[in-house]
């Protein structure tokens, strides 16, 4: 599987704060036992306590198939460092945490 572009760490635009629009991919599996549709969710805890962001994206899978969503996010950084997204298929699918980390500005 070619993952090219794949990330886990990229430098700010410019110092923070900041807001940075990131795609995501999900591959979805689906087994043949499994029903043909349900939902790609993820959520982004904020600072605080609050939820920094949420979606909910619907799919349909033929039974023993693939099929993929590409999520946009908005992420806003107040400051240098990690942020996890906390992603999982809908309504009672595992939970799979990404991170994600803002380095320096190149030339900072």
Do not use: W
């Amino acid at each position: 599987m070619d993952i090219q572009g794949a990330m886990f760490s990229l430098p700010a635009p410019s110092g923070p704060p900041v807001t940075i629009t990131p795609h995501l991919m999900v591959l979805i599996r689906s087994r043949r036992q499994d029903p043909p549709n349900g939902g790609a969710g993820g959520r982004v805890p904020g600072r605080g306590g609050r939820t920094g962001g949420r979606n909910v994206s619907p799919f349909n899978v033929e039974p023993g198939k693939f099929t993929y969503r590409l999520v946009r996010g908005e992420l806003e950084f107040s400051q240098l460092g990690t942020m996890e997204a906390h992603c999982r298929l809908v309504p009672d699918g595992q939970t799979t945490i990404v991170p994600l980390t803002l380095l320096p500005p190149v030339g900072a």
